[in-house]
Nanobody
């Protein structure tokens, strides 16, 4: 499996910002679409954002649209999630994921479930 490592989480006040990073090692990230998911305590895992392999296409969950921006720097083998105007309901563990090789390379969230996942980074939004 591919190795993905998230970083950048932390504690932030409501209205604040964080930038998460998803770094790949041992493989070239630019072949894959990459998605961010999150899971809050007692809730199901939710797809947050996805970016195509080229970076030319993105999509977002309605709950984060207009506040979060996904981007990638293929030269640095890294995908980012810029999170602005954070709300307490954004509190969760955030994961990045790549789909397995034997599925279409598309930003369809269900395609990522059997792929490669990072260990997650905690984001807590609280005053």
């Amino acid at each position: 499996q591919l190795q993905l490592v998230e970083s950048g989480g932390g504690l932030v006040q409501p209205g604040g910002s964080l930038r998460l990073s998803c770094a790949a090692s041992g493989f070239t990230l630019n072949y894959y679409p990459i998605a961010w998911f999150r899971q809050a305590p007692g809730k199901e895992r939710e797809g947050v954002a996805c970016i195509s392999s080229s970076g030319g296409s993105t999509n977002y969950a309605d709950s984060v649209k207009g506040r979060f921006t996904i981007s990638r720097d293929n030269a640095k083998n890294t995908v980012y999630l810029q999170m602005n105007s954070l709300k307490p309901e954004d509190t969760a563990i955030y994961y990045c994921a790549a789909p397995p090789l034997d599925v279409p390379r598309m930003c369809i969230m269900s395609l990522f479930h059997s792929g490669s996942w990072g260990q997650g980074t905690q984001v807590t939004v609280s005053s």
